[in-house]
Nanobody
Framework: QLQTVESGGGLVQPGGSLRLSCTAP????????IGWFRQAPGKEREGISC????????KYADSVKGRFTISRDSAKNTVYLQMNSLNAESTTIYYC?????????????WGQGTQVTVSS
């Protein structure tokens, strides 16, 4: 089963930007629809963006639309999440996984995630 590794999180000031990376050693991410997810304390994990295997279809949750951009570099076997205009509500752990495009639900096991903290 696909196993992903996330990186790129960190501490950023409000209004700042971060780019998260998703890799999957031993797997070819280009074969999967991949999504980014996050889980705030006390809340269910939510899908924030999903992209089909060839990138032809991309979906975003309303909460991140216009601020976050998902992309993939098949040569690097990496899927990215560019996050701009970050705010305190963006503070949480972010995960990537294979994604069911219709529901934006994860289909593969969770990795360790990467922590994003937005604070001044």
């Amino acid at each position: 089963q696909l196993q992903t590794v996330e990186s790129g999180g960190g501490l950023v000031q409000p209004g700042g930007s971060l780019r998260l990376s998703c890799t999957a050693p031993g797997f070819t991410l280009a074969n999967y629809a991949i999504g980014w997810f996050r889980q705030a304390p006390g809340k269910e994990r939510e899908g924030i963006s999903c992209m089909t295997s060839r990138g032809g279809v991309i979906k975003y949750a309303d909460s991140v639309k216009g601020r976050f951009t998902i992309s993939r570099d098949s040569a690097k076997n990496t899927v990215y999440l560019q996050m701009n205009s970050l705010n305190a509500e963006s503070t949480t752990i972010y995960y990537c996984a294979s994604c069911a495009m219709a529901t934006m639900r994860a289909l593969s096991v969770w990795g360790q995630g990467t922590q994003v903290t937005v604070s001044s």
